[in-house]
């Protein structure tokens, strides 16, 4: 044991309920999460898990719940938490470089009327290089490949040099070097004893990335180890189906 | 006599210039936050929706400023919540609520003056600026100008990703709030110049034109400026030389450099795209 009454949670949720015009989107969910882990957030579509990273960061009200990061309220911790939204929310025609994308995950930690300076640029371009876009530093970032795209916003999410990052759908439509481009900075963050939570909607590949899982479906399903959420039984609660391939795999593991 | 000794002679000339290069800046640069955002139906909803602003201003005898702002504002709010609270979409909110303060501009007006007045508020009169008015919009334009300068960083985070912005603490509703409020002060500054119909065009076409020509928010805002400034300058030279209304002759000049920018621009023009097209087609070919 390594006494985990004394450390302190990057993430605790406490009964935390969420609707949509009376519609409910999260039911009475509570976990937390340990400092230093890769943390999977999934589910069938519409169990909720873009809203549980909102909710999270108080960008959509809570109707009860309890939320601490680092034992603190989120507004105080707020520019530690970087958020990679989904891809699809972005303005891709937006006059703005792939340098300058990069730039705006400093923004957070300046004050109202600072600018970036030599040192904001340096590390932005730092964090590009990174995720291996160096090249690409003054192209427009409608210029990108998806994939490319998503590492852009990696490395956003890198020059704000925070504490815990969220992850919406990072995976989605993006080519398979890209993908292991970020799942390799995002243990590396990890290692660097960061909590990561990522949103994943697909199955596949989930016991490889993720060291724990919170398994939804409006309700909080399983939370914990991938070895202990990721087993077919546990799955197809969440699913309402079978996942035959899920019980070959467990013979081998 | 020219246009050029004109200006030197005459005292309303100057002042018409002065207040339509102001006018054509703000336009330009306020414009270019409204098409990145996508509001150009708001623009033209928060411009007509000043109507009964002004009416009620001139009516309780107090600087029509005012009554501008504060119609403008309260219609974006209307706008807001019915979106926000029903199935209705913004473009259909933003259709009903502009309209309906639109129309009851026109009742105020016509109870109290004559319709000449309500003619030039609609349509501009450029050649009748009164000193105050200029000293009002050049101190309107040096407030917008320096809070855009001071707020530039915050005003690009939320433009390109609201999301993050919210995520790290900007208080986003309040800066469209704020930004609505900015958008009827230009509004109400370009009345004169080409009055409330025609201020939309001034606010998008600059913009856009600069939007096809460039990859960077600072150079944009820059270019639209410039844009707005070109077609102000020009469009006054055609309204003075062939007494025509100025908002329309300058709304044209500037349609003018769109269509230009547009066939010719480097990058996204449709002449550049189609040769690039041809070339890789025939590569293909060969």
Known sequence: MR???????????RNLNVSYHGNDAIQNVSFSVS?????????????????????????????????????????????????VPQRSNIDWDFPITVIDTVLLGTYPNLGIFQRPKKKEKALAYDCLQKVGMGDYANRQIGELSGGQQQRVFMARALAQQADIFFLDEPFVGIDVSSEKAIVNILKELRDGGKTVLVVHHDLNKANDYFDELILLNKELIGVGEVEKVFRSEIL?????????FLKEMEVQM | MSFIDAVFQYGF???????????????????????????????????HAVLPGVAISYALGINFFLGAVLTGVLTAIGIGFVSQNSRIKNDISIGIMFTAAFALGIVLI???KSSTDLYHILFGNVLAVRPSDMW?????????????YLFYKELLISSFDSTMSAAYGLPIKWIHYFLMTLLTMVTVASLQTVG????????????????????????MLYLAAGFGVISSVIGLYFSFTYNLPSGATIVLVSTFL?????????????????????????????
Request: glycine residues 10%.
């Open chain 1, 236 to 244: 197809a609660k969440a699913y309402n189906t079978q996942f035959p």
């Open chain 1, 3 to 13: 006494g985990d009454i004394f450390m302190l949670s990057a993430i605790t949720v």
């Open chain 2, 110 to 112: 016509t109870f109290m």
């Open chain 2, 258 to 286: 769109f269509i230009v920018t547009f066939a010719f621009s480097p990058k996204h023009g449709l002449l550049w795209r189609t040769l690039k097209s041809k070339r890789k087609k025939k590569a293909l070919v060969h």
């Open chain 2, 196 to 219: 409330i119909v025609l201020v939309v065009a001034m606010l998008i076409t600059p913009a856009a034109t600069a939007y096809l020509l460039t990859e960077r928010l600072w150079i």
């Open chain 1, 35 to 83: 400092p230093g882990k890769l943390v999977g957030i999934i589910g069938p579509n519409g169990a909720g898990k873009s809203t549980l990273l909102k909710a999270l960061l108080e960008l959509i009200p809570r109707d009860t719940g309890e939320i601490q990061m680092n034992g603190k309220g989120i507004s105080e911790i707020r520019k530690h938490v970087a958020y």
């Open chain 2, 136 to 148: 009002i919009t050049l101190g309107i334009g040096m407030f917008i100008l320096s809070t855009i």
């Open chain 2, 13 to 47: 000339l100057q002042k018409a210039l002065l207040t339509s290069t102001m006018v054509g800046i703000l336009c330009g640069v306020i414009g270019c936050f409204i098409i990145l955002r996508g509001m150009a139906l708001m623009g033209d909803a928060i411009s």
